[in-house]
């Protein structure tokens, strides 16, 4: 009986071939894809907890998994201009538009970082980048006219 015991445990602790994947066998684009989604996932819903180190965190980790993927580079802007990490949170951003120059919500979160940098000409800039790409309007446009318009009358926040 303790043969049995024996036996089945080790059938057990035997890897099914179909089940196992080696750690150095790469994942397919389509799982890296997969991968970088459930982590930008997981990197929003820190951000909506405002706990931005840990998005971060999950916004590194999607980019490993998809470097070209300009809503990464946006959310990873926004979580670094929330921490205060300024010079990260643009390069964030310069990368999002590299990579879509027509990205909203880059444009419009990077329009804030330039009022934040008292930069007004350049937050301009993307405001009217954006009406371009939203001649009937569209929320980027209206929070960057928003933030623009409350730094002109000086009572713009920032971050």
Request: net charge positive; charged share 25%.
């Amino acid at each position: 009986m303790q043969l049995v015991w024996l036996a089945l445990l080790a059938l057990l602790l035997v890897p099914q071939t179909n089940q196992v994947r080696a750690a150095d066998d790469p994942l397919s684009e389509e799982q890296l894809k997969g991968k970088a989604l459930q982590d930008l996932s997981a990197a929003k819903k820190q951000i909506k907890a405002k706990k931005y180190d840990y998005a971060v965190y999950f916004l590194k980790e999607a980019l490993e998994a998809d470097e070209n993927n300009a809503d990464i580079y946006n959310n990873l802007g926004f979580a670094f201009r929330k921490m205060k990490k300024l010079d990260k949170s643009m390069a964030a951003y310069n990368k999002a538009l590299k990579i879509d120059p027509n990205h909203k919500g880059a444009l419009d979160y990077q329009g804030e970082l330039f009022l934040t940098l008292k930069k007004p000409a350049e937050a301009q800039k993307n405001w009217k980048k954006l009406q371009e790409l939203c001649p009937r309007g569209c929320p980027n446009l209206t929070k960057l006219q928003k933030a623009i318009t409350s730094y002109n009358s000086g009572t713009y926040g920032g971050y």
